[in-house]
């Protein structure tokens, strides 16, 4: 049975989930741009002797000014941190599943979950296929070792039988690779459906 996952994408595969490791980072290069300033003088007359017309150039910017933003751009990125996790995606054949690392910023555990999933949805790599990209998050929380999350689901997101495993088993590794996290409540426009997409059970909430 060959199921299809999204438009042009090949079959997923209702087999068994097979995880092999394929590692690639993402970073994040900023360029900050540089001026040159530089001052002029006419027979070198003094200021006091410019005509009504014309128009004085300061010449000297005030240290503090010019780097207030980037010293507060500094203070917000020291708040936050930084990590290297796996998330999955299945191979270009839709056959298996693959890790691939990826680093996440955070301030707090809920960015943190809400960053872990937001790489889940990266279909960036020409190599992997996510399974998850289609899909809104639409709220995340963090409770007592329990991540809830709230998605809505397009129509063009549904998955066969073997894409909906595929799928689930993603969501499940990436976020229990987490030592805090102890189960997943996955709901649909708020509601604890019986099926994500119609194939597969369920659990409310999914458990270790």
Excluded at 51 to 64: F, G, I, L, M, R
Excluded at 153 to 180: C, H, V
Aim: aromatic residues 6%.
């Amino acid at each position: 049975m060959i199921i299809g996952v999204g438009c042009g994408q090949k079959p997923l595969s209702d087999g068994g989930t097979q995880i092999v490791g394929n590692e690639a980072s993402n970073t994040n290069n900023q360029e900050v741009p540089t001026t040159e300033k530089g001052t002029s003088s006419e027979n070198n007359k003094p200021a006091t002797n410019l005509s009504s017309d014309s128009k004085e150039v300061p010449v000297n910017v005030p240290v503090e000014d010019a780097h207030k933003e980037d010293t507060t751009l500094s203070q917000d990125k020291d708040t936050k941190q930084s990590t290297k996790i796996q998330v999955y995606y299945t191979d270009t054949d839709a056959t298996l599943l693959q890790k691939s690392e990826y680093e996440i910023h955070f301030a707090n555990d809920t960015e943190k979950y809400q960053s872990a999933f937001k790489a889940l949805q990266d279909d960036s790599n020409p190599d992997l296929i996510s399974l998850w990209s289609k899909i809104t998050l639409k709220t995340l929380s963090f409770n007592s070792g329990k991540v809830t999350l709230d998605i809505h689901m397009p129509d063009e997101a549904r998955l066969g039988a073997g894409g909906e495993q595929f799928a689930l088993d993603a969501l499940k590794n990436t976020l229990f690779q987490f030592e805090e996290v102890k189960s997943i409540e996955l709901l649909v426009d708020g509601a604890a459906v019986e099926s994500l997409m119609g194939h597969a059970d369920l659990e409310h909430p999914m458990v270790r």
